[in-house]
């Protein structure tokens, strides 16, 4: 039960003393960033490189010192019947553990804060009545601004004391979001920590309705897999991939809150487009064959057409002897390095050596001795080059992609069998165009030269991928990803639900596929933790219309929100339902149809109101954010006010995007909703 502050000695209050262990842990953490910034480098390394590179890890430990005063040092509290670890005979001490966001030690390595990802925190988020985990007591607390407040116990292993539930972790859970979005890490569910501590070597696709946590889970799991395989992902690198900036943005704190410095966030367009100016844009139609996998195959024939046999032999002339390797040689080599089926860019590069290997065989027949210098040498006799040019030329991606995009007997060759006469016509562009620099390349383009590179040349390959909001990438995107993990491992997050592009994904068995995990578990998030009762309830009536089959979010917060449907006749009802919400606490959010967001942006401005965009901080004095529908996934606010929902899924190219569209704009409040509408709502939503 949670216990108010009360003024009596520390020694007889147990508040108090929690209070003073939390100064003292915010004095040792203090410290450990003491010592960090006193560290004397200049007598221990060899040279600047050295030097910098240790200078720049300090700097990040550092940074990961840092003391939020606003946010809790520790949250939990376990105490152990018996030792980890230790014999659990009768009678044996107990362990107490303060559980945080980071590990804090005093002067004398003791600990005072374990980290929450260490294993003997582990039962701060597992242990239940029916399986303790050897917990006595667990214990949560409750914070203002920073302060230790309120607490509140669990005996586990006290049979006497009923199961209850947490009124400490529904506050957390409801607690007003203002800002960015915040971690989790106090109120992580069992089933979320199943999914955080899954191994490294595994991908993980989780699919989770609005709500669920899945975003968080995604971003906790990267931290964990960070702390229990540092140096391995130091190496490798990790990845969070997010569907747009506006997104990016709001979860942009989540990791650095954690203590993790060093994760990069980009979008799928940011990693494809690397160097590319993305101006053009593609119809549906186009954009939705641009990514159709099938691609991958016209893409990889395109390629490798440009691989000739060779009809004459090579003469290497050194010295006084000349050296001939006749053409049919050489084709047996070429064959080979195809039947390999390596990069484009590295058989051409091994084709050289290749013939000169050749060379040397008849070299060594003749009674020489060649070395491997020698066989260098041979590789880069003109004669060689020349052949290796003809036979396998290099391959501009780019260039590659736009003549299949202009020439049409170019794109016939190599999409027959793949694509029919009417797909070729509609990816094949109306105009000529000069060059690569001049052409107006779309995002699909973007990906389609992506994979025309991969072909060529190996994708670097990092240690983990997160990728967010999956369910709206298609099959060549997909493609992209999965490169960029080849040889390490994915989580995966989305709902199919909320898939609102013309190549939204059917299901997550064929998404890894694409992704080139078919190996990955696919794990199910249904308790909603964000979405009120009331609200959930009410955009669930879709699903059957969306993605029937689906299990609908049940939502687990005992308070059911504020909900209400309000026929309106002008935009300054709609800024008045915005002033309404803005009397509470927290963030309030106008959603409206991308179309509506012109006329609704100035009836608030006439109304004196200030409003933000997505990804805009908000502040004590501008706490509202115009949302275009199109924008609103991911993101969530204490409060919202839905704009026309019939007008929200016009705006969509057809009526299942549009109520996928609308299904996400009904899922973003936290605490309550105001839907405004002045046309008749969408059947679909009717009692």
């Known amino acids: 039960m949670s216990r108010p502050s009360t003024p009596v000695p520390v020694a007889d209050d147990p508040l108090a003393r929690e209070r003073s262990h939390l100064a003292g842990s915010r004095a040792a953490l203090r410290a450990m960033r003491e010592d960090a910034e006193s560290l004397d480098i200049k007598d221990v390394t060899a040279n600047w490189v050295n030097a910098e590179v240790l200078a720049r890890q300090i700097g990040e430990r550092i940074k990961s010192l840092a003391d939020l005063s606003d946010t809790p040092l520790f949250f939990g509290r376990l105490d152990y019947l018996h030792s980890p670890g230790a014999d659990r005979a009768e009678g044996a001490d107990g362990e107490r553990f303060y559980i945080g966001r980071r590990h804090v030690h005093d002067h004398d390595g003791d600990p005072m804060v374990i980290d929450w990802r260490a294993p003997v925190s582990q039962p701060f988020y597992r242990a239940s009545k029916k399986d303790p985990m050897d917990v006595g007591l667990r214990r949560r607390f409750g914070y203002t601004r920073g302060e230790i407040t309120a607490y509140e116990d669990e005996h586990l292993s006290d049979p006497a004391e009923a199961a209850t539930t947490s009124k400490l972790l529904q506050q957390e859970i409801e607690r007003p979001r203002v800002g960015p979005m915040r971690d989790i890490v106090a109120t992580i569910q069992p089933e979320q920590d199943e999914i955080v501590r899954s191994g490294l070597g595994g991908t993980v696709c989780v699919q989770g309705g609005p709500g669920t946590g899945k975003t968080a889970v995604g971003l906790h799991r990267v931290a964990y897999l960070l702390y229990a395989h540092r140096e391995r992902l130091a190496r490798t690198g990790t990845l969070v991939i997010g569907p747009n900036r506006s997104f990016l943005h709001y979860i942009e704190q989540v990791l650095p809150a954690l203590g993790e410095l060093t994760v990069k966030q980009a979008t799928v367009d940011d990693l494809v487009a690397a160097g590319l100016q993305v101006r053009g844009t593609d119809d549906t139609a186009a954009a939705v064959l641009k990514g159709d996998a099938r691609m991958a195959e016209v893409l990889k024939r395109a390629v490798y057409s440009h691989v000739t046999m060779p009809a004459e032999p090579v003469m290497v002339v050194r010295g006084s002897r000349r050296w001939r390797v006749p053409a049919y040689e050489i084709e047996e080599i070429v064959r080979e390095l195809l039947d390999r089926g390596i ?54 991606p780019a260039k590659l992609v736009l003549r299949l995009l202009t020439d049409a007997d170019f794109l016939a060759a190599h999409a027959e069998g793949i694509l029919d006469e009417d797909e070729q016509k509609t990816i094949l562009w109306a105009k000529p165009v000069r060059g690569v620099k001049s052409a107006k390349w779309s995002a699909a383009d973007a990906v389609l030269i992506d994979e025309a590179t991969d072909i060529v040349e190996r994708t670097h390959s990092l240690g983990h991928v997160v990728l967010d909001e999956a369910q709206d990438l298609s099959p060549m995107q997909y493609r992209a990803v999965g490169r960029r993990c080849s040889t390490g491992s994915a989580t995966v997050l989305g709902d199919l639900a909320q898939g609102t592009t013309p190549w939204a994904t059917r299901s997550w068995d064929e998404a890894l596929a694409h992704l080139g995990k078919t190996d990955g578990v696919i794990e199910e998030l249904t308790a909603g933790f964000r979405v009120p009762t009331d609200v959930i309830t009410y955009a669930s009536r879709l699903l059957p219309h969306i993605a029937p089959g689906l299990t609908p979010v049940a939502s687990v917060r005992e308070n059911p929100g504020f909900f209400d449907v309000r026929p309106v006749e002008t935009a300054d009802q709609v800024v008045a339902a915005c002033e309404e919400l803005l009397r509470n606490e927290g963030s309030t959010g106008l959603i409206a149809a991308d179309a509506r967001v012109p006329e609704l942006a100035a009836a608030l401005t006439a109304a004196g109101i200030g409003h933000l965009a997505p990804g805009e901080e908000t502040t004590a004095e501008t706490r509202l954010t115009l949302v275009p529908a199109s924008l609103a996934k991911g993101l969530e606010y204490d409060y919202v006010v839905l704009d026309e929902p019939q007008a929200v899924v016009d705006g969509e190219p057809d009526e299942r995007t549009g109520l996928r569209r609308l299904y996400v704009a009904l899922t973003r409040a936290v605490s309550g909703l105001i839907v405004t509408h002045a046309a008749p709502l969408p059947a679909q939503l009717a009692d």
Do not use: C, T
Not at 344 to 356: D, F, H, M, N, V
């Open 343 to 396: 990069r484009y860019g590295a058989a051409r590069e091994a084709l050289p050596q290749r013939i000169a290997h050749a060379v040397l065989v008849q070299m060594e027949r003749s009674g020489e001795a060649p070395d491997d210098r020698v066989q260098d040498a041979v590789a880069r006799n003109p004669a060689v080059k020349a052949a290796v040019k003809a036979i396998w030329p290099p391959v501009d």
